[in-house]
Nanobody
Framework: VQLQASGGGLVQTGGSLRLSCAGSGRTLRNYGLGWFRQAPGKEREFVATINWSGGSTYYADSVKGRFTISRDNAKNTVDLQMSSLKAEDTAVYSC????????????????WGQGTLVTVSS
């Protein structure tokens, strides 16, 4: 499975941005999908995850109520809609696919995209 994330960019505090991750090589239907982020000088952290059907999701407390993860198995994609963005959301965002149910640890994921940079300016 190859994953390609896109949609990052520069946005002002309070703004919105939508990230998308497209899978190729194999259907993503059989995988749980997640988004992680890594800010400069910090560890990679969990952001959001969604189960194979899209019926269950889980979010980090820091983004709950502001971010929404969704997937389209027909298009082989997973999106992350980000709203009310804050400066502390600035990071490289990566999508990942794995077998775990609503995994929150990087070790729960097998395949990783290359990341897309989100910069939130105040």
């Amino acid at each position: 499975v190859q994953l390609q994330a896109s949609g990052g960019g520069l946005v002002q505090t309070g703004g919105s941005l939508r990230l998308s991750c497209a899978g190729s090589g194999r259907t993503l239907r059989n995988y749980g999908l997640g988004w992680f982020r890594q800010a400069p000088g910090k560890e990679r952290e969990f952001v959001a995850t969604i189960n194979w059907s899209g019926g269950s999701t889980y979010y980090a407390d820091s983004v709950k109520g502001r971010f929404t993860i969704s997937r389209d198995n027909a298009k082989n994609t997973v999106d992350l809609q980000m709203s009310s963005l804050k400066a502390e959301d600035t990071a490289v965002y990566s999508c990942a696919a794995g077998r775990a149910y609503l995994g929150t640890d990087p070790g729960d994921y097998i395949y990783w995209g290359q990341g897309t940079l989100v910069t939130v300016s105040s």
